[in-house]
């Protein structure tokens, strides 16, 4: 997206950020009324409506401001709530509706790169569908993926810490439930710091999804 300006770039970036973190949301929310748990659509947040979901600042904000500037797109939406004790097996049922989250991601990364595709069809007759299509639908890929690889990482509240907890013995979800408080200082920290370097993994899943639709 170097070739755009800021506007421009904000344009493109916001349908796939919102649909990436709507229905990243939706997702578990979902999958917790799968597995008995009602709580999130009695608070109507299986809801489609971005607003229901939005974080003004980890939503759009930080990730329109790390876009601009380049590097790993980073952000977060309001959790869903999950009562863990409606879930018919807790243990194992909230690491499935944590995984659900990052499968949406990648289900989205894989749609998104088919709208790369038709854009990247389209631009020789109509440029101004073509070009836009495509720009937004690699942004796609890209922001889903991230938040998908982000998302695994197994740091409290991410999801991976969920998942984590629900293979493990309880003591490891006890300790993670003292770390949940420190657990976003701790990502940030090692996000910035260079310890924790997810990009080599986001790259390989990028060109692998684009791949699969530019031979």
């Not at 991601?105 to 569908?129: D, E, R, S």
């Not at 309880?170 to 310890?195: F, K």
């Amino acid at each position: 997206m170097d070739e755009l300006n800021v506007i421009q770039q904000l344009i493109v970036l916001a349908p796939p950020l919102l649909l990436a973190i709507t229905l990243h949301e939706v997702a578990h929310g979902w999958a917790a009324l799968q597995f008995g748990d009602t709580t999130a659509k009695a608070q109507g947040r299986l809801s489609l409506n971005p607003l229901r979901h939005i974080d003004p600042i980890g939503t759009v904000l930080v990730p329109a401001v790390l876009a601009v500037f380049g590097g790993f797109i980073f952000g977060w939406a309001k959790p869903v709530p999950v009562n863990y004790r409606r879930l018919r097996q807790p243990k194992r049922d909230m690491a499935l509706v944590a995984l659900a989250g990052p499968g949406s991601n990648l289900i989205m990364a894989l749609g998104w790169a088919l709208v790369a595709l038709i854009g990247h069809n389209v631009q020789m007759t109509m440029p101004w569908l073509g070009e836009p299509l495509m720009a937004m639908g690699v942004v796609g890929v890209d922001v889903n993926v991230m938040l998908g690889v982000l998302n695994l990482v197994p740091i409290p509240p991410l999801d991976g810490s969920r998942v984590l907890a629900g293979v493990t013995p309880d003591s490891v979800g006890l300790w993670m439930a003292r770390l949940e408080p420190y657990g976003l200082i701790i990502l940030v920290l090692l996000l910035v710091s260079g310890v924790l370097n997810l990009m080599p993994i986001v790259m390989s899943i990028r060109h692998l999804i684009l791949s699969l639709f530019f031979s």
